[in-house]
């Protein structure tokens, strides 16, 4: 092989090099040219929906309180059985704003959880028919990701992203409409040693979800810790623990889960697992959790949301393949409608909040399946993309496939923040490539001409 690479001339080795920067460059304007950005768009459906379905898309803002993208809308929709587009509720509360939790409420209204531009959490009940706001709570916490009514009058919150000075006032909550104050509250660092998550920040638990799953008791989501915990109102003690903090064969930074209990009244946790892409059912059954199902395992990109519905299929928010689906226990898409950018929330409002439909121990099923019957019509959201297509040809492969695995995640997970609306990734990936290749290039150069590089230095030094 040395005496191989020996006979090539570096002029051979350069023309070559120009060539594949060229193509890289050219194949990337290629398919920018090319390509259709995502849109509100119709996908799969062979089982029409019960009633509306309604989605919350956070939209891309450079931060909290920063510029929105109007190309990247922060939006609520609303989708007729067959999917198609029924009203469209964008926030005129810009720049900051974000929509993540939203819940149905029995008259056919809706609680949306709404980031402001001054770093404000604002809750309000939103008549989706005229758009108007019945009424609005302000909280001073900012980011929150979610608030659910309670007990008819008490607003229930996940505090996130609330630590300062060395102390974490990230928690759960419960603010009193009637009272106008918090009746109640929690905090993590009573319950965490500090060191949790690599220790304290200002982001330390990231908890993004909270429910009332029985009276007096709350399920929470602290995504960081990779773990979902059951909390006692009264006692304020943690009852049961799904997961632990970097267990990630058991959760990755999960969102959104949902409760769900067998016919015998085994507790049953249903949730998006983030980080893994996938969605994941435990059933806690002889002392402990034990995984019973998974679906669109490395198929799914960063889903945020999963509910069981009351016809055995579960809802899931496909996040950066900017799609939501509704999967049969077997894997296969029934419905699904493409909403950019970035959904959080899914919900069917016939069923109000957290619905609660069977488990798969009691629909017999078990195991783990593919998604099938993708609509694919739509930027990343049909068969796999040519870069899980090189995640799936690598993953056996030792380094190479952890390289390469790490790599597709995060170009899949933040490539679409970092360019127009009108950049395909894969001219991002090229235009990457070309930039590491040139840039390998020039040092090679400067190493191999350094003699002269720096003799000509002294020359102009006059030494």
């Not at 080795?13 to 050219?26: G, Q």
């Not at 630590?163 to 104050?181: H, P, W």
């Not at 299929?313 to 900017?322: A, E, F, K, Q, Y």
Request: aromatic fraction near 10%; hydrophobic fraction near 35%; charge should be negative.
């Amino acid at each position: 092989m040395a005496s191989l690479l020996s006979t090539v001339s570096p002029r051979r080795v350069r023309i070559a090099l120009t060539v594949v920067v060229c193509l890289l460059a050219l194949s990337g304007v290629a398919a920018t040219a090319t390509y259709d950005p995502p849109e509100l768009q119709r996908g799969t459906v062979t089982d029409p929906a019960n009633g509306t379905t309604v989605v919350s898309a956070h939209g891309w803002h450079a931060s909290l309180t920063g510029p929105g993208d109007p190309d990247k809308p922060v939006r609520l929709v609303g989708l007729g059985p067959d999917a198609t587009l029924e009203w469209e509720y964008e926030t005129t509360d810009v720049p900051g704003t974000r929509f993540y939790d939203v819940d149905p409420l029995p008259n056919g209204d809706l609680l949306v959880t709404n980031t402001t531009s001054d770093g404000q959490t604002s809750v309000y009940r939103l008549d989706p028919d005229t758009g108007e706001r019945r009424w609005t709570e302000t909280l001073d916490i900012q980011d929150t990701h979610d608030v659910d009514l309670i007990n008819e009058d008490e607003l229930l919150v996940a505090n996130i992203k609330n630590s300062s000075n060395g102390t974490s006032y990230d928690g759960v909550f419960v603010y009193d409409r009637g009272e106008d104050r918090i009746t109640w509250h929690w905090y993590f660092r009573n319950h965490y040693p500090l060191s949790t998550d690599s220790g304290l920040d200002h982001d330390w638990t990231h908890v993004n979800d909270v429910d009332k799953i029985g009276n007096g008791t709350f399920m929470v989501s602290p995504r960081d810790f990779d773990q979902v915990i059951a909390i006692d109102r009264e006692t304020k003690n943690i009852t049961w623990r799904l997961g632990s903090d970097d267990d990630y064969t058991v959760m990755n930074e999960q969102h959104n889960p949902q409760y769900l209990e067998t016919e015998s009244g085994q507790k049953t946790v249903l949730v998006a697992d983030s980080e893994n892409d996938r969605v994941v059912e435990y059933t806690y059954e002889n002392g402990s959790w034990t995984k019973v199902w998974e679906v669109g395992d490395d198929q799914l990109q960063w889903p945020r949301d999963a509910d069981r519905l009351p016809n055995g299929n579960t809802l899931i928010v496909d996040s950066m393949n900017h799609r939501v689906v509704e999967v049969t226990p077997q894997g296969e898409i029934v419905w699904e409608y493409f909403v950019p950018w970035a959904p959080y929330d899914a919900e069917r409002m016939a069923y109000g909040d957290e619905p609660g439909g069977p488990t798969m121990r009691d629909q017999n099923v078990s195991g783990s399946y593919e998604l099938s019957g993708s609509a694919g019509h739509a930027p990343h959201s049909g068969e796999p993309t040519v870069f899980q297509q090189a995640e799936f040809v690598t993953e056996d492969v030792p380094v190479l496939g952890d390289v390469v695995g790490w790599t597709v995640d995060k170009l899949q997970h933040y490539g679409p923040w970092a360019v127009p609306h009108w950049v395909p990734l894969s001219a991002l990936f090229n235009g990457g490539l070309a930039l590491v290749i040139g840039l390998g290039w020039a040092v090679g150069e400067a190493v191999i001409r350094r003699e002269r590089i720096v003799s000509g230095f002294r020359g102009r030094l006059g030494s």
